[in-house]
Protein backbone atom coordinates (compact mmCIF):
# COMPACT_ATOMS: atom_id res chain seq x y z
CA UNK A 1 0.00 0.00 0.00
CA UNK A 2 1.39 3.51 -0.98
CA UNK A 3 1.59 5.83 2.16
CA UNK A 4 -0.14 8.92 2.50
CA UNK A 5 2.34 12.45 1.74
CA UNK A 6 0.85 14.76 4.06
CA UNK A 7 2.37 18.00 2.99
CA UNK A 8 4.51 20.19 6.05
CA UNK A 9 2.57 22.91 7.67
CA UNK A 10 3.21 26.44 5.26
CA UNK A 11 4.42 29.53 7.43
CA UNK A 12 5.22 32.82 5.93
CA UNK A 13 8.10 34.59 8.46
CA UNK A 14 8.08 38.11 7.82
CA UNK A 15 11.00 39.73 9.49
CA UNK A 16 13.53 42.08 9.32
CA UNK A 17 16.21 40.87 12.18
CA UNK A 18 18.65 38.96 9.99
CA UNK A 19 20.05 37.21 12.67
CA UNK A 20 15.96 36.12 14.60
CA UNK A 21 14.58 35.53 10.69
CA UNK A 22 17.19 33.26 9.96
CA UNK A 23 16.83 31.29 13.44
CA UNK A 24 13.46 31.31 13.18
CA UNK A 25 13.42 29.40 10.18
CA UNK A 26 16.00 27.01 10.98
CA UNK A 27 14.59 26.09 13.85
CA UNK A 28 11.04 25.59 12.34
CA UNK A 29 12.20 23.76 9.77
CA UNK A 30 13.71 21.47 11.94
CA UNK A 31 10.36 20.76 13.77
CA UNK A 32 9.02 20.03 10.13
CA UNK A 33 7.45 23.34 8.78
CA UNK A 34 7.59 24.60 5.42
CA UNK A 35 9.18 27.78 6.08
CA UNK A 36 9.48 31.49 3.64
CA UNK A 37 11.37 33.97 5.62
CA UNK A 38 10.55 37.79 3.84
CA UNK A 39 12.62 40.96 5.72
CA UNK A 40 10.59 43.79 4.71
CA UNK A 41 6.62 44.48 4.47
CA UNK A 42 5.64 45.24 1.18
CA UNK A 43 7.63 41.69 0.15
CA UNK A 44 6.31 40.06 2.56
CA UNK A 45 2.81 40.94 1.93
CA UNK A 46 2.87 40.23 -2.08
CA UNK A 47 4.05 36.96 -0.83
CA UNK A 48 1.20 36.48 1.58
CA UNK A 49 -1.20 37.24 -1.18
CA UNK A 50 0.12 35.34 -4.24
CA UNK A 51 0.48 32.36 -2.26
CA UNK A 52 -1.19 29.66 -0.04
CA UNK A 53 0.01 29.92 3.81
CA UNK A 54 -1.18 28.16 7.19
CA UNK A 55 0.22 30.81 9.31
CA UNK A 56 1.58 34.16 9.20
CA UNK A 57 4.34 35.12 11.63
CA UNK A 58 4.26 39.24 11.26
CA UNK A 59 7.17 41.59 13.03
CA UNK A 60 5.49 45.16 14.29
CA UNK A 61 8.24 46.87 13.96
CA UNK A 62 9.37 46.67 10.59
CA UNK A 63 11.07 49.51 8.52
CA UNK A 64 8.58 51.53 5.93
CA UNK A 65 5.46 49.73 5.91
CA UNK A 66 4.96 48.30 9.39
CA UNK A 67 3.64 45.02 10.24
CA UNK A 68 0.27 46.47 11.03
CA UNK A 69 0.14 48.41 8.40
CA UNK A 70 0.92 45.03 6.75
CA UNK A 71 -1.97 43.34 8.78
CA UNK A 72 -3.97 46.26 7.45
CA UNK A 73 -3.59 45.53 3.70
CA UNK A 74 -3.54 41.78 3.91
CA UNK A 75 -7.01 41.52 5.57
CA UNK A 76 -8.57 43.12 3.13
CA UNK A 77 -8.42 39.77 1.14
CA UNK A 78 -7.62 36.95 3.06
CA UNK A 79 -7.65 35.31 6.67
CA UNK A 80 -5.24 33.41 6.82
CA UNK A 81 -4.21 33.06 10.66
CA UNK A 82 -1.44 36.06 11.88
CA UNK A 83 0.63 36.14 14.80
CA UNK A 84 2.10 38.96 15.89
CA UNK A 85 5.90 39.48 17.09
CA UNK A 86 6.81 42.78 18.98
CA UNK A 87 9.36 44.34 21.55
CA UNK A 88 6.65 46.43 22.13
CA UNK A 89 4.82 45.14 25.22
CA UNK A 90 2.50 48.25 25.66
CA UNK A 91 -1.34 46.70 26.00
CA UNK A 92 -2.46 49.34 23.52
CA UNK A 93 -0.30 48.04 20.85
CA UNK A 94 -1.55 44.57 21.44
CA UNK A 95 -5.16 45.73 21.28
CA UNK A 96 -4.11 47.56 18.25
CA UNK A 97 -2.86 44.43 16.27
CA UNK A 98 -6.09 42.28 17.68
CA UNK A 99 -8.27 45.12 16.49
CA UNK A 100 -6.92 45.06 12.80
CA UNK A 101 -7.22 41.08 12.54
CA UNK A 102 -4.32 39.51 14.76
CA UNK A 103 -5.07 35.82 15.87
CA UNK A 104 -2.75 35.73 18.26
CA UNK A 105 0.32 38.24 19.88
CA UNK A 106 3.80 36.97 20.91
CA UNK A 107 5.73 39.61 22.84
CA UNK A 108 9.97 39.29 22.41
CA UNK A 109 12.05 37.88 23.04
CA UNK A 110 10.27 34.27 23.02
CA UNK A 111 11.32 31.07 23.27
CA UNK A 112 11.10 28.37 19.67
CA UNK A 113 8.80 25.97 22.54
CA UNK A 114 6.69 28.83 22.59
CA UNK A 115 6.50 30.11 19.00
CA UNK A 116 5.91 26.31 18.42
CA UNK A 117 2.87 25.74 20.89
CA UNK A 118 1.57 28.58 19.60
CA UNK A 119 1.64 27.66 16.00
CA UNK A 120 0.33 24.31 16.47
CA UNK A 121 -2.60 26.20 18.58
CA UNK A 122 -4.06 27.91 15.60
CA UNK A 123 -3.15 24.86 12.83
CA UNK A 124 -5.41 22.93 15.60
CA UNK A 125 -8.24 25.40 15.59
CA UNK A 126 -8.08 25.80 11.93
CA UNK A 127 -8.16 22.16 11.61
CA UNK A 128 -11.61 21.96 14.34
CA UNK A 129 -12.74 25.14 12.07
CA UNK A 130 -12.44 23.14 8.71
CA UNK A 131 -14.82 20.06 10.78
CA UNK A 132 -18.57 20.05 10.27
CA UNK A 133 -20.54 20.95 13.32
CA UNK A 134 -23.81 20.19 14.04
CA UNK A 135 -26.54 22.83 13.50
CA UNK A 136 -27.16 25.23 15.51
CA UNK A 137 -31.05 25.20 17.36
CA UNK A 138 -33.53 26.97 15.20
CA UNK A 139 -34.35 28.99 18.09
CA UNK A 140 -30.67 30.84 18.75
CA UNK A 141 -30.40 30.90 14.93
CA UNK A 142 -32.86 33.91 13.93
CA UNK A 143 -31.01 36.73 14.13
CA UNK A 144 -27.46 36.03 13.76
CA UNK A 145 -26.41 34.04 10.64
CA UNK A 146 -23.13 32.13 11.01
CA UNK A 147 -20.65 31.34 8.38
CA UNK A 148 -18.45 28.45 8.74
CA UNK A 149 -16.25 28.80 5.52
CA UNK A 150 -16.08 32.37 6.25
CA UNK A 151 -15.55 32.03 9.52
CA UNK A 152 -18.08 35.22 9.84
CA UNK A 153 -21.23 36.45 11.01
CA UNK A 154 -23.95 38.36 9.26
CA UNK A 155 -26.67 40.68 10.30
CA UNK A 156 -28.41 43.25 8.73
CA UNK A 157 -27.34 42.94 5.62
CA UNK A 158 -23.75 43.20 6.84
CA UNK A 159 -20.68 40.88 7.70
CA UNK A 160 -19.03 41.51 10.90
CA UNK A 161 -15.56 40.85 9.84
CA UNK A 162 -14.40 38.54 12.62
CA UNK A 163 -11.10 36.90 12.62
CA UNK A 164 -10.99 33.15 12.91
CA UNK A 165 -10.15 33.50 16.99
CA UNK A 166 -13.03 35.81 17.13
CA UNK A 167 -15.38 33.74 15.09
CA UNK A 168 -14.98 30.51 16.99
CA UNK A 169 -15.70 32.19 20.11
CA UNK A 170 -18.66 33.70 19.00
CA UNK A 171 -20.18 30.21 17.93
CA UNK A 172 -18.62 28.38 21.22
CA UNK A 173 -20.33 30.71 23.29
CA UNK A 174 -23.23 30.70 20.56
CA UNK A 175 -23.58 26.97 20.68
CA UNK A 176 -23.73 26.87 24.69
CA UNK A 177 -27.11 28.53 24.71
CA UNK A 178 -27.29 30.39 28.09
CA UNK A 179 -24.38 28.19 29.77
CA UNK A 180 -21.62 30.46 31.86
CA UNK A 181 -18.06 28.94 29.91
CA UNK A 182 -15.32 29.30 32.06
CA UNK A 183 -12.10 30.69 31.15
CA UNK A 184 -9.78 28.11 31.12
CA UNK A 185 -12.24 25.99 29.02
CA UNK A 186 -12.31 28.49 26.33
CA UNK A 187 -8.90 28.86 26.15
CA UNK A 188 -8.76 25.23 25.60
CA UNK A 189 -11.55 25.09 23.42
CA UNK A 190 -11.46 28.07 21.45
CA UNK A 191 -7.62 28.82 21.81
CA UNK A 192 -6.37 25.12 21.85
CA UNK A 193 -3.80 26.63 25.16
CA UNK A 194 -4.36 26.57 28.50
CA UNK A 195 -5.25 29.64 31.04
CA UNK A 196 -2.55 31.55 32.36
CA UNK A 197 -3.55 34.51 34.36
CA UNK A 198 -0.92 37.32 32.67
CA UNK A 199 -2.85 35.93 29.25
CA UNK A 200 -5.51 38.78 28.14
CA UNK A 201 -6.03 37.14 24.49
CA UNK A 202 -9.70 35.69 25.51
CA UNK A 203 -10.15 39.49 26.80
CA UNK A 204 -8.97 40.68 24.04
CA UNK A 205 -10.94 39.04 21.52
CA UNK A 206 -14.03 39.58 23.75
CA UNK A 207 -13.88 42.72 23.38
CA UNK A 208 -12.76 43.12 19.64
CA UNK A 209 -16.38 40.73 19.35
CA UNK A 210 -18.14 43.27 21.37
CA UNK A 211 -17.29 46.05 19.36
CA UNK A 212 -17.76 44.21 15.96
CA UNK A 213 -21.27 42.97 17.27
CA UNK A 214 -22.41 46.61 18.30
CA UNK A 215 -21.25 48.07 14.70
CA UNK A 216 -23.63 45.74 12.79
CA UNK A 217 -26.18 46.67 15.54
CA UNK A 218 -26.92 43.75 16.59
CA UNK A 219 -28.98 43.81 20.47
CA UNK A 220 -30.69 40.43 20.81
CA UNK A 221 -27.93 38.83 22.73
CA UNK A 222 -25.02 40.31 24.70
CA UNK A 223 -22.30 38.91 25.11
CA UNK A 224 -21.35 39.12 28.89
CA UNK A 225 -18.66 38.51 31.42
CA UNK A 226 -19.43 36.76 34.75
CA UNK A 227 -17.05 37.95 37.35
CA UNK A 228 -15.35 35.09 38.56
CA UNK A 229 -17.11 32.44 36.02
CA UNK A 230 -16.25 33.18 32.61
CA UNK A 231 -18.15 34.23 29.80
CA UNK A 232 -21.94 33.19 28.61
CA UNK A 233 -23.76 35.06 25.45
CA UNK A 234 -27.46 35.87 26.67
CA UNK A 235 -30.13 37.44 25.95
CA UNK A 236 -30.09 41.58 27.05
CA UNK A 237 -33.42 40.50 29.39
CA UNK A 238 -31.80 37.19 31.12
CA UNK A 239 -29.78 37.57 34.35
CA UNK A 240 -27.15 35.35 34.72
Same mark, same amino acid.
Given at each position: ?16 ? *? ?32 ? *? ?55 ? *? ?24 ? *? ?21 ? =? ?28 ? =? ?52
Amino acid at each position: MTPVSVEPPRILTIEDD *PVLGAYVREQLEHCGFAVTWCQNGPEGLGIARRR *PFDVVLLDILLPGMDGLEVLTHFRQSHSTPVLLMSALGAEADRISGFRLGADDYLPK *PFSMAELRVRIEAILRRVALDRRPMP *PVPVSLAQSLRFDDERSDVFFAE =QWAGLTRSEYRLLDTLHRNGDEVLSKAFLY =QHVLQRGYAAHDRSLDMHVSQIRRKLKALGYSERELRTVWGKGYVLSALDELV
